[in-house]
């Protein structure tokens, strides 16, 4: 698990807030980047080889949900 610590590069008061289960399904939202990820099989620092899905997208690529169904 890599991680990252916060950092304020502002002049305004940082405000965070994380909640978790620490279970599995994880989906994740970045508002400010319009990303969200998906996180199956292995909850938040857990076994990596037991993840079936992590992936990241951008919202805006989103597509219809019958796109190449037949």
């Known amino acids: 698990m890599i991680k990252r610590p916060i950092?304020?590069?502002s002049d305004a008061p940082l405000?965070?807030?994380?909640?978790?289960?620490?279970e599995?399904?994880?989906i994740c939202e970045y508002p400010d980047s319009g990303k969200f990820s998906v996180v199956v099989g292995?909850?938040?620092g857990g076994d990596?080889?037991?993840?079936r899905?992590?992936?990241?997208?951008?919202?805006r690529?989103?597509?219809d949900y019958w796109l190449d169904e037949s």
Request: proline fraction near 10%; avoid cysteine; hydrophobic fraction near 30%.
């Open 7 to 9: 950092v304020n590069t």
């Open 15 to 22: 405000r965070y807030l994380a909640v978790s289960t620490m």
């Open 24 to 26: 599995e399904p994880e």
């Open 42 to 44: 292995s909850p938040p």
């Open 48 to 51: 990596l080889g037991a993840r």
């Open 53 to 59: 899905v992590h992936t990241m997208h951008r919202k």
């Open 61 to 63: 690529d989103g597509v």
